[in-house]
């Protein structure tokens, strides 16, 4: 649930406000998160879903046409990619699953499958015409998605990291045509973020057990 919170936020702050397709590339559980992210912020009408396992991909978007979206699941990841708004991409791939050439000027793409030395699924010189958005940026330039770019030269640095925007040091988008990258390798202020949380709601509705350690 983090993570489909920070999608949401790397979403709203670099996406186009009227995105209304999305394309998920990866149908596993994190996509049907990543799903529920964008509709907090996004008035998202259509879901296109790839996976390289197909029934999985059929059902994430079955369960999006329960859920009132128009849903389909598509053969090729540039099926989905085409015409979306915004795509999410959320595999554990080691190798490109999305070329430069499909990414449309005006595309927003959150890229949560990179969380490890090798993890790649956006080509290298895509990096080179997108304004690229780090959660945390020396993470992402060894285990993100950004890693490959940074080693391959294709970039030297990023836009900014996402709180510096939250914060209002940088901007977000700033052009309709401009593609953006938010590079999610995951952070433990978000798991921090989440229990204060989880904890404050507990105590506001009177759920738990107070244990006391001897």
Same mark, same amino acid.
């Given at each position: 649930?983090?993570?489909?919170?920070? %999608?949401?936020?790397?979403?709203?702050?670099?996406?186009?406000?009227?995105?209304?397709?999305?394309? /998920?590339?990866?149908?596993?559980?994190?996509? =049907? !998160?990543?799903?529920?992210?964008?509709? #907090?912020?996004?008035?998202?009408?259509?879901?296109?879903?790839? +996976?390289?396992?197909?029934?999985?991909?059929? +059902?994430? #978007? @079955?369960?999006?046409?329960?859920? %009132?979206?128009?849903?389909?699941?598509?053969?090729?990841?540039?099926?989905?990619?085409?015409?979306?708004? /915004?795509?999410?991409? =959320?595999?554990?791939?080691?190798?490109? /699953?999305?070329?430069?050439?499909? *990414? $449309?000027?005006?595309?927003?793409?959150?890229?949560?499958?990179?969380?490890?030395?090798?993890?790649?699924?956006?080509?290298?010189?895509?990096?080179?015409?997108?304004?690229?958005?780090?959660?945390?940026?020396?993470?992402?330039?060894?285990?993100?998605?950004?890693?490959?770019?940074?080693?391959?030269?294709? *970039?030297? #640095?990023?836009? $900014?990291?996402?709180?510096?925007?939250?914060?209002?040091?940088?901007? @977000?988008?700033?052009?309709?045509?401009?593609?953006? !990258?938010?590079?999610?390798?995951?952070?433990?202020?978000?798991?921090? $973020?989440?229990?204060?949380?989880?904890?404050?709601?507990?105590?506001?509705? @009177? $759920?738990?057990?107070?244990?006391?350690?001897?």
């Amino acid at each position: 649930i983090r993570t489909g919170a920070a %999608g949401a936020l790397g979403a709203r702050c670099l996406a186009r406000e009227d995105s209304r397709i999305a394309a /998920v590339i990866g149908a596993g559980v994190q996509g =049907a !998160i990543q799903i529920a992210g964008l509709r #907090a912020v996004l008035p998202i009408e259509e879901v296109r879903c790839f +996976d390289a396992d197909t029934e999985a991909a059929r +059902d994430l #978007a @079955g369960k999006a046409q329960v859920d %009132g979206l128009r849903a389909k699941w598509c053969e090729t990841a540039r099926q989905a990619i085409e015409g979306a708004d /915004v795509v999410v991409t =959320a595999t554990p791939s080691f190798s490109p /699953v999305i070329e430069d050439a499909w *990414i $449309a000027p005006g595309t927003h793409i959150n890229a949560f499958g990179a969380d490890t030395r090798g993890k790649q699924e956006l080509e290298e010189s895509l990096f080179g015409r997108a304004k690229v958005v780090a959660d945390y940026l020396p993470q992402c330039r060894e285990i993100g998605e950004c890693q490959h770019a940074f080693r391959s030269g294709r *970039i030297t #640095a990023v836009h $900014a990291e996402l709180g510096e925007i939250l914060a209002g040091r940088k901007p @977000g988008r700033e052009t309709r045509d401009e593609i953006t !990258i938010f590079d999610a390798s995951g952070i433990s202020l978000q798991d921090l $973020a989440v229990a204060a949380l989880a904890y404050e709601t507990a105590l506001a509705g @009177g $759920a738990g057990l107070r244990v006391a350690m001897d």
